[in-house]
């Protein structure tokens, strides 16, 4: 029997959804599998697991090319291999990632792990603001069918990863190109879309749920009003669940049928999973 841990980072679903499927995939396979949202462990945790793991996978959404920050912070601080440990990379993307797993796979490989999988998976968008209003998410029978696609793809990595079979994408000059290009803005961007987040008083029920599920604190509250700090990743899930859309991104965005806020893969969708 291996043993198998899967750490991911997801900002609204699409990433815990890949993780869960996998690791449900990986169950015939005779592989024991753990599996952790990065935001709800701690340093010595994660040693004290890996020293015990044959295959380790990480996964995240990926913006601009890269990792979001908290995955990217999580790599720092990672443990370096203990032997023989393989790594799969996974990460989520609405269109396109370039070279995304492979760059992030090579961080890993400077710790000694043997880098086995480096995978994209497409998943639903997630970012639909004014300033990116080309491609809107769907919270509809659309994103049904893409998960439909995307899940023979999971269970496809699952048997390579447990027949051992190396499957690296993005290694072309077309996937360079493209993430180095992206990589090159994608920090900028964040730092001046995450400046524009404004709460429309009016909508707000003081209801505490983006202070709550918000992966950095970034949100507070302070004379019956919130206030967002400067340790935004861009993540959307605050604006993505308020149960009110009382968050805003973006004059249009009080526009919620303009544009409609990313509730999550597949109906019934409950964010709380990706805090527990
Ligand atoms: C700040 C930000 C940047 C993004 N950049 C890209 C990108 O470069 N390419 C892409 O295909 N999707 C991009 N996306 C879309 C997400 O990667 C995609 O919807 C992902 O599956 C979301 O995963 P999650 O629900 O686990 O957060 C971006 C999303 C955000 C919020
Ligand atoms: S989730 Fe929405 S309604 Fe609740 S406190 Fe935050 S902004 Fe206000
Ligand atoms: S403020 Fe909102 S978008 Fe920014 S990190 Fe927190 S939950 Fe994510």
Not at 6 to 12: A, D, E, L, P, R
Not at 30 to 58: C, G, K, N, P, R
Request: hydrophobic share 40%.
């Amino acid at each position: 029997m291996k043993k198998t841990v899967i750490y991911y980072f997801s900002g609204t679903g699409n990433t815990w959804w890949v993780a869960t499927r996998l690791a449900e995939a990986l169950q015939p396979h005779h592989h024991q599998v753990s599996i952790h949202s990065i935001e709800t462990l701690m340093l010595e945790d994660v040693s004290a697991e890996l020293s015990d793991i044959d295959h380790v996978v990480l996964g995240f959404p990926v913006y601009g090319s890269t990792a979001p920050r908290p995955m990217l912070d999580f790599i720092h601080t990672f443990p370096a291999a203990n032997g023989r440990q393989t790594i799969t990379i996974f990460a989520t993307q609405a269109l396109a990632s370039g070279d995304t797993a492979l760059m992030i796979s090579r961080m890993l490989a400077q710790k000694g792990y043997l880098v086995q999988q480096a995978r994209h998976f497409r998943m639903m968008n997630n970012l639909h603001l004014p300033r990116f209003k080309f491609y809107p998410p769907k919270n509809d029978y659309r994103s049904e069918r893409l998960l439909a696609r995307t899940l023979p793809r999971v269970v496809d990595l699952a048997r390579e990863i447990a027949t051992g079979k190396k499957h690296i994408t993005g290694n072309n000059p077309l996937g360079h190109l493209l993430g180095g290009l992206q990589r090159r803005h994608i920090d900028a961007l964040i730092i001046k879309a995450s400046a524009e987040f404004r709460v429309d008083q009016k909508r707000c029920i003081l209801c505490g749920k983006c202070l709550r599920i918000c992966p950095t604190g970034n949100i507070r509250r302070a004379q019956e009003q919130l206030h967002f700090a400067k340790d935004c990743v861009l993540c959307l899930r605050c604006y993505s669940h308020c149960p009110t859309a009382a968050i805003l991104l973006g004059e249009g965005s009080a526009d919620v049928h303009k544009y409609p806020r990313y509730k999550g893969p597949g109906p019934g969708f409950n964010v709380d999973v990706l805090i527990k």
